[in-house]
């Protein structure tokens, strides 16, 4: 698995060693995981269970060159088995699907312009040098490349007025009280109780944007997405529950070795070496 593991992650970045192997009963870095049957399955195999899925969600951690890499080398993969209808990504904005649609008509499968990021109005938080290839290549494909956030706006009208979510299985309280922990934690328990409805309102509406985004896009589609959003308990999925009964998307979740994740989350996890650990609340606190 391990010589394996490097080609995958060399399309962002050189093959580093591998953690030492660690015993059968807990999975190791590279390990494809059927939530469903426990089976460990092959890269191959894999794509061979997401190719015929309308809709498919892949969850990441935004931070993580491997996710980044291993997501390219899925869209290639199943795009070498079926013909792809859409990509969608959180990290786009409907203000930049103009933007978007521009470059693509312009470049087609030539050249990409030197200043895309710019071309594109990219967002300073999204890091381009871990965004850029994936991107890059989506823009050169025959589909369509699809914002599925909110716009700026849109987020500082749900602060100033809370809308509510329509819809049983996102309003279920489980669902609201492990969003507000989430949303708690990691503002590293700073953000006062007061603050907390409207950061939820708008983790909640960001969700079902891009149910409806994933729900109207050209099939088979694929949206990328944080983990958060991409959960069957806690995201996307459950809004597409509320909005078109029957009509679900089948959620692999990149995760790191050590993550704790559950046929309640996912369909399928591929686990990647665990990154350094960054104390983020320690920066918050000084």
Not at 153 to 158: A, L, P, S, W
């Amino acid at each position: 698995m391990r010589s394996l593991w490097c080609v995958l992650v060399v399309l962002l970045a050189g093959c580093q060693s591998a953690p030492s192997i660690l015993p059968p009963v807990v999975v190791r870095p590279g390990d494809i995981v059927n939530l469903h049957s426990g089976q460990v399955l092959s890269p191959d195999e894999l794509v061979a269970h997401l190719v015929p899925a309308p809709r498919v969600i892949v969850g990441e951690r935004h931070d993580n060159p491997d996710h980044h890499a291993l997501q390219l080398w899925l869209l290639r993969s199943m795009a070498a088995k079926r013909s792809q209808g859409s990509l969608l990504l959180e990290m786009l904005n409907p203000d930049q699907q103009a933007r978007v649609d521009g470059v693509k008509r312009s470049a087609g499968t030539g050249r990409l312009p030197d200043d895309l990021p710019g071309l594109l109005a990219w967002q300073s938080g999204w890091d381009w040098s871990l965004y850029g290839p994936l991107v890059g290549y989506a823009l050169k494909q025959p589909y369509p490349l699809l914002a599925a956030n909110l716009d700026r706006q849109e987020v500082r009208g749900i602060y100033a007025k809370v809308p509510s979510v329509p819809g049983v299985s996102a309003n279920a309280r489980a669902v609201v009280d492990a969003l507000s922990r989430q949303i708690r934690e990691s503002h590293c328990g700073l953000l006062p109780d007061s603050q907390v409805p409207a950061m939820l309102a708008v983790q909640q509406q960001r969700d079902r944007r891009m149910a409806e985004r994933l729900l109207a896009a050209p099939a088979p589609a694929v949206l990328l997405a944080g983990a958060f959003h991409a959960r069957k308990d806690l995201g996307v999925p459950l809004h597409m529950a509320d909005l078109a009964p029957g009509r679900e998307a089948v959620v692999l979740l990149l995760a790191e070795q050590g993550s704790q994740v559950g046929a309640s989350s996912a369909d399928f996890v591929w686990y990647t070496p665990a990154q350094p650990e960054q104390d983020y609340c320690a920066r918050l606190k000084q």
